[in-house]
């Protein structure tokens, strides 16, 4: 017994010593180090050992093993750094597109050289791996490799973000470029408005006389406040998509039934309920305004004096000098008919414009001094109609009447609905609505404007 216990105590003091010598052999073995520098400047210190024939397993069992792990890891590795590289590559060409617009010669030259480089880089790698001359680190190439990749990764980012930004510059620049153009545009277009209003149809009644009225003249000016409509519309239309509407849902509130092949022909819609509006109560000589359904009319000749004396007035001056004559209450009244308060507060914000005007003065704003204008040339036209000899009535065309050119004309493209005709069906003609109302003067008709478009009946089959 005493002999086998120092035995037992050898065993276990030698198996001690060995675990104790492998590793002090494996510290003692990482003697040297060798400074690995990537591609952007940074280097890590790895340790190294002198004698390889230290670095091996004293387990001769585990030899074989370590090596294809050790193998699969260089192998990691490489593809690691051949990623990075190609990262790297793809940073370095985005660089050289950015260079090229705007043209930087020496961006495009820094650019071109670093690209020359990433692929001198991968094709080392390429050489190195066929003759077998690999010589990395697997965890120290690793960490690089992603160092690298996330920092081409990096650049890469930078560049599209700077071509967004210079893109939204462009595009900036350009949108500003236009409204100049559309404010320029729309300044010429209010000047020509002007001057056409000048010396245009207003001037041809200066030294129209009473006796000498007829509905010639009528039709001239019917012309003429209509030209005022359609501004009018056109404005309202503007400010509905300034405050963001969708005409669409607007248009078919007005006419749900109707369908428009193009869609300018909405702006029909809108005309249709400025005129149907403003032109309501046309057949009374104060259009209803004092609620009375049969108002005294007077002599035409008063209603003629009235035409010359406000053909050339200003509606602001009209209003100012005498807020509570009949101008000033036609144009208070058609404005709240025609401009629903929801719509005012839609389109500036706010209710001023009606404030001001119900307590009797007179908004300057551009849309209200358009609406003036159409109002003055209503007015105007109205005391035209009985400053006339015959009798001046007003029609409306019924919604799914059958055309009729006598009493009407068309304002729809026939063309567009072409494409829902077939040779053999029967195509029969019937209104949609009413844009413009028509005139009877006497015996003379004055054709009314309509939204028109075709009902088709498919040809009875004969079996």
Not at 272 to 300: H, I, W, Y
Request: hydrophobic content about 40%; overall charge positive.
């Amino acid at each position: 017994m005493e002999s086998n216990r120092p035995k037992s105590v050898h065993r276990s003091t030698s198996t001690g010593k060995s675990r104790l010598s492998r590793t002090f052999q494996k510290v003692i073995s990482l003697r040297t180090a060798s400074k690995i520098a990537s591609s952007n400047g940074m280097g890590i210190c790895v340790l190294t050992s002198q004698d390889k024939s230290r670095e091996e397993d004293p387990m001769p069992g585990h030899k074989h093993g370590d090596s294809k792990l050790k193998q699969k890891a260089v192998m990691e590795a490489l593809v690691a750094k051949l990623f990075a590289g190609v990262t790297s590559v793809k940073a370095a060409y985005a660089e050289l597109q950015m260079a090229q617009h705007p043209y930087n010669s020496d961006a495009i030259h820094a650019a071109d050289h670093a690209v020359v480089e990433e692929l001198k880089t991968l094709s080392e790698l390429k050489r190195k791996f066929l003759k077998k001359e690999l010589d990395l680190s697997p965890q120290v190439t690793l960490i690089l490799a992603e160092v690298q990749e996330q920092q081409s990764l990096m650049r890469t980012f930078e560049i599209a973000i700077k071509k967004l930004e210079s893109e939204t510059e462009e595009k900036d620049s350009g949108i500003d470029s236009l409204r100049k153009e559309l404010e320029e545009r729309r300044g010429v277009n209010k000047s020509l408005e002007k001057r056409l209003n000048a010396s245009g149809p207003l001037s041809m009644f200066d030294n129209v006389k009473f006796r000498m009225l007829n509905p010639t003249h009528f039709v001239q000016f019917l012309h003429f406040s209509l030209r005022s409509v359609r501004s009018f519309v056109k404005m309202m239309i503007q400010e509905m998509e300034l405050a963001q509407w969708d005409l669409d849902a607007a248009a078919k509130i007005i006419e749900p039934d109707t369908r428009f092949p193009k869609q300018s022909d909405r702006c029909f819609v809108f005309e249709s309920f400025v005129c149907k509006t403003m032109l309501e109560g046309f057949n009374s000589p104060d259009f209803f305004l004092a609620g009375n359904s049969q108002p005294n009319k007077l002599r035409r000749e008063h209603y003629f004096d009235e035409f010359r004396n406000l053909k050339t007035a200003n509606p602001k001056q009209i209003v100012a000098q005498n807020p509570q004559s009949s101008f000033p209450k036609f144009l208070r009244s058609k404005y709240l008919s025609l401009v629903h308060a929801k719509m005012e507060c839609s389109f500036f914000g706010n209710l001023n414009q009606r404030k001001l005007l119900t307590s009797g003065g007179f908004p300057e704003t551009a849309f209200f001094m358009g609406f003036a204008e159409m109002a003055k040339r209503v007015w105007l036209l109205q005391r035209m109609a009985f400053s006339l000899h015959e009798e001046v009535s007003i029609f409306q065309v019924k919604k799914g009447c059958r055309f009729s050119e006598v009493y009407m004309e068309n304002v729809a493209d026939d063309s567009l609905f072409s494409g829902d005709i077939r040779d053999d069906s029967n195509v029969d003609i019937r209104v949609g609505f009413t844009v413009v109302p028509g005139f009877k003067i006497g015996r003379t008709v004055i054709q009314s404007q309509v939204y028109s478009s075709p009902v088709i009946t498919p040809p009875v089959s004969r079996g």
